[in-house]
């Protein structure tokens, strides 16, 4: 990434200029420069791009684009020549820099060579796994747990890339983000490792490896083998997160090498303490001049730290130091307040290597008590998530995240587990920024090698997130309780206490709390549910030294806009309760945290259906239906409980719906979540009765239904503060379609979440209504996914149509790297069409 693709700024911007036009003299001032801009603009990850004579300090290219991808397994001899040119054993094959040549591997019986026209082209993030159909078959790997009946296999990804000569005697690495899962890499031939878990990243060195300028191009080719599940939710399968390719000098910030805590605060002053690991891959010493600026988000230096040091040939040390704000800015979910540390290394006068931190400035204690976030008892709102989406699976652009969690922040939510494995780097930078707790979760439990090392890379990776109060360390393993399990946990509590001693450390119980030991190695003992019979409340009691928090709650499933239990198509009433028989309705739960405060909060099970682990319904299901939003965040009936529950705004909200033909003279049920005082029901303007509100409870109403208007008035203090109205509608007319954004990034990753409602002539959006809804497209845009939150829906997510359900359905519109304006156009059959411009600048 060269230096003015950086410059997003017009200050920036004149800073190039000088430097194609004045020919700049003073290159590490000038670097310096460029460092407090990119504060402003910077580069995401952990480093950024700055061309120095030439050279790069340090660069982090996004690697996203222009992949292949083949799905099916290769059967592959890797055997590199030796003193060859990267070239197989068997001569018949030709050498990998020929320029059609896709790879080159043998069979078992003999050779051959795979060519651009057996794979398609693709980019990244790639779920392979959402595009393929619905098949109720086990043995194509489609299970109703994993895979939500959804055939996963083996696919491959090849690319192929340049390095400039100028590179060569530097390191280069690749980092992969995510793939699920079971990869295997191998550059210009050669085997480069072998990574199993689907949610950790990965990192490997290429240096040796690489062809330099003339010597010809690069090729990575990755396995992906998804038969194996690591859960039991849909995970997909490919390169699913984002892959950069870095490059620095030999001696350089160590990868996650930056731990910032502050140990110290006060009104006046937080002390920051700062550990830095350095790399010197050189095979001399070397004396190095280690800068550390802490700056704010406005790019002003508030404090410089400098530390001089010598390291040997080929070794790793960390350099401590300490450093202050005054008067500093507190973190938390309603003011998320971020600093910046922006680290220089140099060697003989020359920068070599530049490294950015984001921390934030906070106090977290849990204890008997409660959740403490600055002093201040602070209840945890959370939700229970996993990662994937409508339309996508679980290749998330950015802008997927940051929609799911604003969705989440307007329901009232202040936390987010990462249910049930590490999350994406970009969620947890969007949760600091947003200002959303996050309960970071490692996914198996597990003190081999393997897992350890899963476990040190989350923590690794992810400690320096101001918005994680807390790390769990299992959900609801078979072992919990055990004695082998209280080893196992015993030896990642300690790991996880040597690599982070500032966060307490929790687990995810569903059994085995007291028994064996189990949760005695634990600082906060985590309950899902607490059983029946408050077991959270005797144990409090029970146990006085033990530090209780409610991991996750409710697990109320219900179907979006549907009021009947049926089994063929596999729908769940919102009206009542059924399975799973030990969660609440929704809202309910909160009762329990403000009645019992010393439990810290809790987290719902779940903020949004996800694919896999059709609940209480195998087929025709194909989804999860506990989330109080459905799989393309359209809010069902619950979700209205917890904007109750969790915000001061007053709100009033009855269902069903009022399109009931043919029950003319039946008795119907009324219901209405509520945080008002009172609320009175009116039918054609007639009341039905006021009623006084429980808190975190429904109110209901019997009577008679007729068509017309059903309305419902909240009071506080006898006054009417908030109204909801629910009216019997006309025949579908119209389709009305609502973008969450008017502009797009023509850098063809932003995307626009697009949503459509069948509405009637009034503009009444028809709550019954399944039409079957056609897009079209122009501009420089692409439709990359479509869903209606129907979980027995079985259409195909990637494709330029989709039937509304209840109402509503939503595509998603990815934009190109042009500038122009997209323009996407919905009908359907004897609809009014309707269409939204979307600029891509």
Known sequence: MKICKAFMLNEAKSVCQMERNQKLNGWITFCRIVVVLLLLNPAKGDGQSIRQNGACIRVRENFDFDWQFHKGDIAMKHVVKAGGQGGITDVNVPVLNQPDTVIDYTNTNSARVFYPRDWKEVNLPHDWVVEGPFVPDDNLGSQPGANGYLPTGIGFYRKEFAIPASDEGRKISIEFEGIFRNSTVWVNGHLLGHHSSGYTPSNYDLTDFLRYGNEGKNVILVRVDARQPEGWWYEGGGIYRHVWLIVTDRLHVARFGTYITTPHISKEEATVSLKTTLKNEYDVAKKVMLISKIVDKRGVVLDTKTSSQTIAPLCTTEIAQTGAIHKPMLWSPETPNLYKVLTEVSTNGKIVDTYETTFGVRTIVINRNGVFLNGKLYPVKGTCNHQDFAGIGVALPNKINWYKLKLLKEVGSNAYRCSHNPPSPELLDMCDSMGMLVLDENRLLSSSKEGLNDLKTMLYRDRNHPSIFMWSMEN???????????????????????????????????????????????????????????AYVKDHQKYPNRIEFCTESTSFVSTRGEYANDWGKGYVSNLTKW????????????????????????????????????????????????????????????????????????????????????????????????????????????????????????????????????????????????????????????????????????DGCDVSVIRIAIKDAKGRVVPTADNLVKFS???????????????????????????????????????????????????????KSDEVDIKVE
């Open 579 to 746: 399975e799973p028989n030990w969660g609440p309705f929704p809202g309910e739960d909160w009762a329990d945290i403000v009645k019992y405060p010393y439990l810290g909060g809790t987290f719902v099970w779940t903020g949004f259906d996800y694919r896999g682990e059709p609940t209480p319904y195998r087929w025709p299901c194909v989804t999860s239906q506990f989330g109080f939003m459905d799989i393309c965040g359209f809010p069902k009936d619950g979700y209205y409980a917890y904007k109750a529950a969790w915000t001061n705004k007053p709100v009033v909200h009855i269902f069903p719906h009022w399109n009931w033909p043919g029950k003319e003279g039946d008795s119907i049920q009324v219901h209405c979540y509520t945080n008002c005082q009172e609320v009175e029901l009116f039918l054609n303007g007639k009341s039905i009765g006021k009623q006084k509100a429980v808190p975190f409870h429904q109110l209901i109403w019997n009577l008679v239904y007729e068509p017309g208007k059903l309305e419902a008035w909240g009071y506080k203090g006898g006054k009417v503060v908030t109204k909801d109205i629910v009216e019997t509608t006309t025949a579908p007319s119209q389709v009305a379609l609502n973008s969450d954004c008017s502009t797009l990034k023509a």
């Open 476 to 534: 609801e393993e078979w072992l919990e309780g055990t004695t082998m399990g209280r080893r196992i946990l015993k030896t990642m509590v300690e790991t996880t206490h040597k690599i982070d001693p500032t966060r307490p450390v929790t687990a995810a119980m569903n059994h085995g709390r007291n028994e064996n030991g189990y949760c005695d190695v634990l600082d906060v003992v985590g309950y899902n549910y607490g059983d029946k019979g408050m």
């Open 777 to 831: 497209i122009e501009g420089p845009g692409k439709i990359i996914g479509t869903g209606n939150g129907n979980p027995s829906s079985h259409e195909p997510d990637k494709a330029s149509q989709r039937k509304a359900f209840n109402g509503y359905c939503l595509v998603i519109v990815q934009s190109d790297k042009q500038i122009g304006e997209i323009r996407l156009k919905a009908s359907s059959e004897s609809l």
